[in-house]
């Protein structure tokens, strides 16, 4: 079966003014969408045409007219598509049944600096949250211009996969504090340590969401020598992982809170 940039390649042999875009051009930038989207059989190709442009009609396409600045379109081999940033902003309509937590989700992903030691990108990140807001500015008025400026707000630098979004989230809808993103712990004698994924240093407390990454025997040595070198300097670390996210994430708050509040914290 072909690819979906594929098809969009032959398509737009015919019409070279289409644009990929919406969910197709997200899957395309490989974007965090949900697996229920990503496993979508037979899904549409989305496409956006020029305003006033002819219809398009082929089968296995989904069109839509809208303006598209020259800034909002770049490549993918032969491929027209809208930019990362203009595809986060597309999907903000109605039309891509995404709810705003997945919104959330690829727009952490896009703002947050890469890591060398984790992934082949040295660049800096995808966007930035200036220039989302500049373009979600731009696009008042439009469909999904005020979901878009409202998701925007809840969008961090620092989160490094869709589930530490997705608890940070949790958490502030539970009342926590807003913690830090995956900035150094500061030691004693201002010495930096390593960078939890969460963190609330004037309760000294740290949370980590152990991915699958974390189950090999090397890893788990880190982490126990990671929550050691805290314990040591007067911190408390809380390490979660998926079995904690069920039914919005109630364990991994409940953890949390529970730390917090011995800590000195008071809802």
């Known amino acids: 079966m072909p690819s979906e940039i594929a098809i969009a390649a032959a398509l ?25 989207v990503l496993q979508k059989q037979d899904a549409p190709v989305d496409l956006t045409l020029p305003p006033g442009s002819r219809r398009l009609r082929r089968a296995g396409t989904r069109a ?10 770049t490549t993918v081999g032969p491929v027209r598509i809208t930019t990362r940033a203009q595809t986060w902003r597309d999907l903000a309509g109605a039309d891509a049944h995404l709810s705003d937590l997945a919104l959330t989700q690829i727009g952490d992903h896009l703002v947050r600096s890469p890591r060398p030691w984790a992934e082949n990108r040295r660049t800096g990140p995808w ?36 589930r530490e979004t997705e608890l940070r989230l949790r958490l502030l809808a ?22 939890p994924d969460l963190q609330w240093p004037q309760w000294q407390v740290a949370a980590e969401y152990e991915g699958a990454d974390h189950r090999t025997a090397a890893q788990v040595r880190r982490d126990i020598d990671r929550a050691e070198r805290l314990r040591r300097i007067g911190w408390t670390e809380i390490r979660l992982m998926n079995d904690h996210m069920h039914d919005c994430a109630r364990e991994a708050v409940d953890r949390v809170r529970r730390a917090l509040a011995e800590r000195g914290w008071q809802p």
């Open 174 to 195: 539970a009342g926590i504090p807003e913690p830090l993103l995956n900035v150094p712990v500061i030691g004693p004698h201002g010495r930096p340590m390593h960078e």
């Open 64 to 73: 839509r007219f809208a303006p598209l600045p020259p800034t909002s379109i």
């Open 12 to 36: 737009q042999h015919d019409r070279p003014d289409a644009v990929v875009s919406r969910l197709s051009a997200a899957r395309i930038w490989e974007l965090p969408l949900p697996r229920s």
């Open 127 to 162: 966007a930035t949250l200036e220039g989302l807001a500049h373009l979600v500015a731009s696009s008042r008025g439009r469909p999904g211009a005020v979901r878009a400026a409202r998701v925007l707000d809840q969008v961090r630098v620092g989160a490094d996969s869709p």
